[in-house]
Each structure stands twice: as structure tokens, then as C-alpha cells.
């Protein structure tokens, strides 16, 4: 008993560079290209603007104000910012969706009208958390003149407005963040110098004590409703 040959066709993809046949070519090509340059400033948008920032430089303090070097890993910190800037970022992305993408795979809207529409949240989201100091001190120096509404303010101009007083944010945050571990570290060095036992690092001992303190209060979960409520 022989065995069935079946002839199966095996897709072929082809990548070349080739004269444009129309206009419309030329268009699609275009498009081709914006996306995916929007693909690899993905990583930069969502880092620089969103509320990833904050929350991942809070995070991190929290992590240096502990002392456990590496626990909570890179990882699960680095997921934890993602997941809290997914659910901040939930109505202007769903905003997006509703308002710029879906009309656009409709083909209801054209690309630029698409685009404008679906930065408009973001936009929105950033100038409700930029200071108004950082935000003139770069129209300023671009040359600008001062804008009367928030449309008149440039893209450009806003992002790294948002950035610096999100930095600025964080480091308050973390601050808050660093003082009662701060007081524990004195306390206990303190009580070793006292004691005569120079030798024996102040960390050994101001670790558990710390991390029994951020059990106590529930400090994750203080600091996560610290975070939300930031950007409310």
C-alpha cells in the first residue's frame, strides 16, 4: 500500500524596490513607511509619552529606599509600570481606538485627518500633567509666540515639557517615599555606634526592619493608590 501524495503549494514572499505603476502606489508605499516608523518609536512613545515615566521611577526608589539591591527584579518592575500605564492610559487610548483608528480601517477618514484626531487624547493627558513653567521655559526658547489655547501649543514643544516636570513628580514622589526608610537607617546606626559595633554594617540590621515597616502599612498598595491618584 503506497502512501498518498498530496502536492501542497508553499507561499512565497517577495521584497524588491521597482517603479511606481500610479499615484496610488506611491501613496500606499508612503503609508508603508509612516507605520512602520511609528513601530520603532513605539518603545520611545510609550515611554516618554505616557505615564510610564513616573511610574517606573517610583517604582524603582522604592526598590533603592528598601536596599534589596535587585528584589523586586528588573522585570517585575519594568511589568508593573507597563500594566499601571496601561490602565491610566485606558481612556485616551480608548479614545484613540473609538475616534482615529477604527474610522481609518473604515476608510471613513483619511490618514492625516487620522492622525490628528488620535493624538488629540495624548495630548490631552500631557498637557493636564505638564507645569505650566516648563512648558514656557521651551516655547520660549524655540521662539514661540505664547499660545492662547492648547492647540496653538506644538507637539514638539510639549513632549519634552511633559517629560521633565514628569521627572520632576517622580523625585517628589520618591522623596516622600525615601524618608521614613531614611529615619530607620539613622535610628539604627545610631544605635550600633552606641553600642560600639562599628564593624557590623548598619544595612544587616536596618533591612528586615525595614521591610517588616513596608509589610505593616501595606506599602505596595499605598504606593500604587499614590501613583493613580497622581494623575487624576
Known sequence: MGFLQVNIPFPSVDIGIGAAESPGDVAVTLQVLLLLTILSLAP?????????TRTVIVLSLIRNALGTNQVPPNQVLIGLALFLTAFIMAPSFS?????????????????EEAWETGLEPIREFMLRNTREKDLEMFVAIRGEERPQTPADISTLTLIPA????????????GFVIFIPFLVIDMVVASTLMGMGMMMLPPIMISLPFKILLFILVDGW???VRGLLLSFS
Do not use: C, R
Open 221 to 223: 498598595h499605598l504606593v
Open 162 to 173: 511633559f517629560v521633565i516636570s514628569e521627572l520632576k513628580t517622580a523625585f517628589q514622589l
Open 44 to 52: 520611545a512613545i510609550i515611554t516618554l509619552m505616557t505615564s510610564f
Open 95 to 111: 479614545a484613540v481606538y473609538t475616534d482615529a483608528l477604527t474610522p481609518y480601517l473604515a476608510g471613513e477618514m483619511a490618514l
